[in-house]
């Protein structure tokens, strides 16, 4: 039978247990102990649902990020943290988040930067790298988890990064190569290897994911080098990429003296057959046939029409797991009890993911007829989906056609519109904003789970979330803020509140899904053609804007988040579906402007995370996904003003795809890189208003006056000062009260002091 083994696991938990312990310990409430103790069980519940694996990943447990763990194994630790008394938890916890639980606001320190992993919502700490940077292994942790597991009965395969790929996703701030870092770093990857192998393991993944994206020779080098200087023992190593196909690395990564080889059999099946015809016969081939991704059903009797050939060339030398670590999905759909019986069928989280493996493996070895039930079970559950009539809408497909290239354009260039805007709203210079969300107290969460449980009538709880806002406009005029935020105490989530009141989405309960280090999302799963039938947005609007002289934002999320930051139908282009999702957003942009609403902000927070992983497929992505965002914007007046937010990805590379939005202002975050993204001014003159984000709203420090201004100052040396705004780098919902006051405080503070520097 063909191995099977999974590349990692969902770490925060069913019913989002480690989220729960790391804010209590944060808080103060509970001690390391107890967090550890926690996430000791989690570990362990989660070998138990890997039980039918033949190996079972170790090291893919996080107490924040995976990636900010490799950073503590190899010793690499930013000198402000080192030099801070405290232990590695502590350590640990200030580059994660900017301070520990115990630090007062005088041990705060900056925390590591946050981006995108790949094309995926996950967020992870950017290493930091300068010519000093010196290496030491630590490599307890690690061991530590391999005797957990194999006292538990497991075989276990630990998990760790390559080196050219935590070199590669790392920055050298002071403008060094980060290759010359190479000699010392396999020093210590050799140094943990002995460890490894002196602790008896046996197999040892080690992903390269960039083997996925564009390198440059003299990077493909750097891997041929590498991996021959490697001294491994008998430990063997299986080399897993993922996301993508290998295309021009596909040799290279076949010809690296490693034991076995995983490919992303659903993002790269095109190159499977190449691999096989590549691969030394002493090799294993690790093939991703269940997609770690997305949660659709898989289609057993089709994946054994592909596999049958494979396994009778290859034998033992197949191994079977997902197409990636399954960090991606959610955990057990066998939680839901709400989803419609039909949906529900078509679906597959983690745990089922795992079944559908076991499943292909028996039926590879001994035959399909002693699997009849389960594959007629499988296959007619894909044929509902076929044939469901939930699936498709000709009203929307009909909207489609009737569309017309002028609908994307504004009426005017963005001068004259700015100018139309300013004699309108007669902003100051440096104007004071938020994103959109205000924090989610307990009293908001407890109000709209009693709503959902039906305990708490409609009209109560409209007058509640009416007191709400109200409570929220008033701290902004007190605080000094120009343009105000209804505060979205209504909304659970970005996107899961607009799928709530779209057709083709349905809604899980437990499908929770790491962002990053405690923050969860639950992805809505669009299984159909997207309708918006009513107004969603309008009446909080129009309540709010009656509450203030002040112009309050009318706040939406964008088509592209929409579709990125959902689990997405497998059946139809993408573009497709993100041009449904714009005609959606469309409708709500025009009843906010026809209600009054004269500022509306349509968020893009994930744009940039669907871009293709290699440079020389961004052209098509950017131009549906702009012309997708513009649909949907487009169609006000000019004197309506268009905002949009981006975080937390690298943006420098498509600021032209952003210019061309046309939005009037965006805001974007930049406090953690220290405005790096204004580098991209130095060869493209951005046109429009922008707002860097001078708050880092992940972490819990309180931004200072002088920094502030430092950060806005350093901003108008490329950008005119009248097309500056002053802004968080995203929505508040996560902090307190206690955080945000003092920070926007010091924001509207440092605001004022650049008006008068300016005068």
Known sequence: MPLIHNLGFPRIGAQRELKFALESYWRGETNSHALEATAANLRTEHWQRQDTLDLVPVGDFSLYDQVLDMSFLLGNVPSRIRELEGDDLQAYFRLARGRAPQDSDTQSVAAGELTKWFDTNYHYIVPEFDQNTRFQLDVSRLLSQIIEARTQGHDAKPVILGPLSYLRLGKARDGSNKLDLLPQLLTVYNELFEALQASGIEWLQIDEPILATELEAHWQRAFTQSYHELRRGDIKLLLATYFGELQDNLILACELPVDGIHIDAINARSEVAKVIDWLPVHKVLSLGVIDGRNIWKADINALLDYLEPIHKRLGDRL??????????????????????????????????????????????????????????????????????????????????????????????????????????????????????????????????????????????????????????????????LDVLVHGEAERNDMVEYFSEHLQGYARSQYGWVQSYGSRCVKPPILYGDVARTQAITVPWAKYAQAQTAKPVKGMLTGPVTLLNWSFVRDDQPRSETCRQLALAVRDEVLDLE??????????????????????????????????????????????????????????????????????????????????????????????????????????????????????????????????????????????????????????????????????
């Open 319 to 480: 191994w079977l797991a997902p197409s990636c670590s399954l960090l991606h999905v959610p955990v057990d759909l066998g939680n839901e009890t709400t989803l419609e019986s039909d949906v529900c069928s078509w679906l597959a989280f983690a745990v089922q993911k795992l079944a559908e493996l076991t499943l292909l493996a028996h039926a590879l070895e001994n035959g399909r007829d002693e699997h009849q039930e389960a594959l007629r079970n499988n296959a007619e559950a894909l044929q509902s989906r076929r044939d469901s009539e939930k699936t498709s809408n000709p009203q929307v497909r009909a909207a489609l056609l009737a569309l017309r290239p002028e609908m994307s354009s504004r009426r005017s260039e963005f001068a004259s519109r700015a100018a139309l805007q300013q004699n309108q709203f007669n902003l100051p210079l440096f104007p004071t904003t938020s994103i959109g969300s205000f924090p989610q107290t307990i009293e908001i969460r407890r109000a709209r789970k009693l709503f959902r449980e039906n305990k708490l009538e409609q009209q109560e709880y409209e007058h509640f979330l009416q007191r709400e806002i109200r409570h929220c406009l008033q701290q902004q005029e007190s605080l000094g």
């Open 594 to 759: 026809q209600a009054g609403i004269s500022i509306i902000q349509i968020d893009e927070a994930a744009l940039r995370e669907g871009l293709p992983l290699r440079r020389s497929q961004w052209s098509n992505y950017l131009d549906w996904a702009v012309a997708c965002f513009r649909l949907s914007a487009n169609g006000v007046q000019d004197g309506t003003q268009i905002h949009t937010h981006m975080c937390y990805s690298e943006f420098n590379d498509i600021m032209e795809a952003i210019a061309a939005m046309d939005a009037d202002v965006i805001t974007i975050e930049t406090s953690r890189s220290d405005m790096e993204l204004l580098d991209a001014f130095d060869q493209f003159a951005y046109p429009n208003g922008i707002g860097p984000g001078v708050y880092d709203i992940h972490s819990p420090n309180i931004p200072h006056v002088d920094q502030i201004v430092r950060l806005m100052k350093k901003a108008a040396l490329k950008i005119p000062a009248q097309r500056l705004w002053v802004n968080p780098d995203c929505g508040l919902k996560t902090r307190r009260w206690e955080e945000v006051a003092p920070a926007l405080t010091n924001m509207v503070a440092a605001a004022h002091q650049l008006r008068a520097s300016s005068l």
